[in-house]
T-cell receptor, first 111, second 114 residues
Framework: DAKTTQPNSMESNEEEPVHLPCNHSTISGTDYIHWYRQLPSQGPEYVIHGLTSNVNNRMASLAIAEDRKSSTLILHRATLRDAAVYYCIHLTTSGTYKYIFGTGTRLKVLA | NAGVMQNPRHLVRRRGQEARLRCSPMKGHSHVYWYRQLPEEGLKFMVYLQKENIIDESGMPKERFSAEFPKEGPSILRIQQVVRGDSAAYFC????????????FGPGTRLTVL
């Protein structure tokens, strides 16, 4: 199974940028990187995904290393509502497209 | 456009009873996934279904668990003869197709086995 490694937890001050790292050293050329977040007592929510190029959307940016073995989710201005567990998922294109979740990074945002 | 719906949101069963969890995918989605989340852990894939077909059940326990997604109606995850270790949050997700398609998750069903 495709595996990702993330720090267990991180803290950020409100209104400051947050960089959440992820290692996915077993990724192959056609595999995507997806990020989800899970707020307390809710189902996971899609954040962003990418393949090779950096990606931006209204929620976040995704910076992908040139060798694709790591990526960073960037929240440009953290708010208290961004406190959640963030999951980096290496979506393998071999076999069926099921998500393999790691333990994620628990982000704490300080007021 | 309603999101993925799951019911019940909370389910309490005694050991040995059956649990039935329902999932209605988003409109236009024909792919359904079930995941289980134990307390303080990440989600674990269980099964992937399309209408009337099980595509991947590699994460399903070999006994007592079954899933279906009939032509009409919601997807059902069925757990027979529940044990305390089955207590968890069960999430359903749906997608428009396979491949690199975003999965939309429901709010989950929290199963408690007494």
């Amino acid at each position: 199974d495709a595996k990702t490694t993330q720090p267990n937890s991180m803290e950020s001050n409100e209104e400051e940028p947050v960089h959440l790292p992820c290692n996915h050293s077993t990724i192959s050329g056609t595999d995507y990187i997806h990020w989800y977040r899970q707020l307390p007592s809710q189902g996971p929510e899609y954040v962003i995904h990418g393949l090779t190029s950096n990606v931006n959307n209204r929620m976040a940016s995704l910076a992908i290393a040139e060798d694709r073995k790591s990526s960073t989710l960037i929240l440009h201005r953290a708010t208290l509502r961004d406190a959640a567990v963030y999951y980096c998922i290496h979506l393998t294109t071999s076999g069926t497209y099921k998500y393999i979740f790691g333990t994620g990074t628990r982000l704490k945002v300080l007021a | 456009n309603a999101g993925v719906m799951q019911n019940p949101r909370h389910l309490v069963r005694r050991r040995g009873q059956e649990a039935r969890l329902r999932c209605s995918p988003m409109k236009g989605h024909s792919h359904v996934y079930w995941y289980r989340q134990l307390p303080e852990e990440g989600l674990k894939f269980m099964v992937y279904l399309q209408k009337e077909n099980i595509i991947d059940e590699s994460g399903m326990p070999k006994e007592r668990f079954s899933a279906e997604f009939p032509k009409e109606g919601p997807s059902i995850l069925r757990i027979q003869q529940v044990v305390r270790g089955d207590s968890a949050a069960y999430f359903c997700a749906s997608s428009r197709g396979q491949g690199n398609n975003e999965q939309f998750f429901g709010p989950g069903t929290r199963l408690t086995v007494l």
